[in-house]
Nanobody, 125 residues
Framework: VQLQASGGGLVQTGGSLRLSCVAS????????LGWFRQAPGKEREFVTA????????YYGDSVKGRFTISRDNAKKTVTLQMTSLKPEDTAVYYC???????????????????WGQGTLVTVSS
């Protein structure tokens, strides 16, 4: 599976941004999908994930209530809607994918085997 992320950019504190990740190859409906981010000088961290069922989502504590993950199987796309952005959200955001069984959603980067190239989000104070 190949992933192509887009949508990053510069936004002011409190603003919103929408990231998209388009998949090619593989069977999209069999994939669990996640977003991770890596801030300068820090380790990559989990942001959110969505399972094969759109009702199954998980969020990192730092983004709960502000970020929303969704998927469109017909368009082979996973989207991250980010609102109420803070300077600490500044990072390179990566989408990730892995084929899973219906009931499992990977939450660690080690569990994912396909990664997008990353898109930079900068939140100015």
């Amino acid at each position: 599976v190949q992933l192509q992320a887009s949508g990053g950019g510069l936004v002011q504190t409190g603003g919103s941004l929408r990231l998209s990740c388009v998949a090619s190859g593989g069977t999209f409906s069999r994939l669990s999908l996640g977003w991770f981010r890596q801030a300068p000088g820090k380790e990559r961290e989990f942001v959110t994930a969505i399972g094969r069922s759109t009702s199954s989502t998980y969020y990192g504590d730092s983004v709960k209530g502000r970020f929303t993950i969704s998927r469109d199987n017909a368009k082979k796309t996973v989207t991250l809607q980010m609102t109420s952005l803070k300077p600490e959200d500044t990072a390179v955001y990566y989408c990730a994918a892995r084929e899973t069984i219906m009931t499992h959603i990977p939450l660690t980067e080690q569990e994912y085997n396909s990664w997008g190239q990353g898109t930079l989000v900068t939140v100015s104070s």
